[in-house]
């Protein structure tokens, strides 16, 4: 089971750009898998933000405002959301999470994102 | 409007059997695939099992494997978690969530159900 990693908190200021990480394990290719990112707050359900594989090939959730957007870095191996022009109501936790088979779904631990 | 409705958590002792519940409208439920994913409290989101539109194809995670079945009522637009041989590590909030096709997975979630093992 492949373990992807993010960082437990981040913080930016309202107006800013968040860019939250996701980093796959060494053995795994971030080029061979779609990223898909959840956002969740206090007391809710996970809400589908979108998923990345390429420029060409990526989705957006419905209602998911275009200030949501996906990357990699294949140097790094790793899936990014960027959030831009941060909102208070932008504040809280961000899951990434890779489908590498049919029998598994794999998230990363979560990051928690403060706007200051 | 998608909804998917979980119900049947609770608190139950070590070694006893749970059987979770989601109601699905709004969609045509036999369509698509469905999952349990589950978060433990304060921790982050594991994903449990998946079932097909048919029931032709179900997966769990190495964690339930054996104790936990997946089972689903297309005529009654409902999807099911039979629970057995709980463990205080099975504590968590269930959700149970949608598959929109072969590409987006996770698209729409329940509301949760509290499950509690304990003594």
Known sequence: ?116 | EVQLVESGGGLVKPGGSLRLSCAASGFTFSSYSMNWVRQAPGKGLEWVSSISSSSSYIYYADSVKGRFTISRDNAKNSLYLQMNSLRAEDTAVYYCARDEGVVVTLDYWGQGTLVTVSS
């Open chain 1, 1 to 116: 089971q492949p373990v992807l990693t993010q960082p437990p908190s981040s913080s930016a200021s309202p107006g800013e750009s968040a860019r939250l990480t996701c980093t796959l394990p060494s053995d795994i290719n971030v080029g061979s898998y779609n990223i898909y990112w959840y956002q969740q707050k206090p007391g809710s359900p996970p809400r589908y933000l979108l998923y990345y594989y390429s420029d060409s090939d990526k989705g957006q959730g419905s209602g998911v405002p275009s200030r949501f957007s996906g990357s990699k870095d294949a140097s790094a191996n790793t899936g990014i959301l960027l959030i831009s022009g941060l909102q208070s109501e932008d504040e809280a936790d961000y899951y990434c999470m890779i489908w590498p088979s049919n029998a598994s779904k794999v998230f990363g631990g979560g990051t928690k994102l403060t706007v200051l």
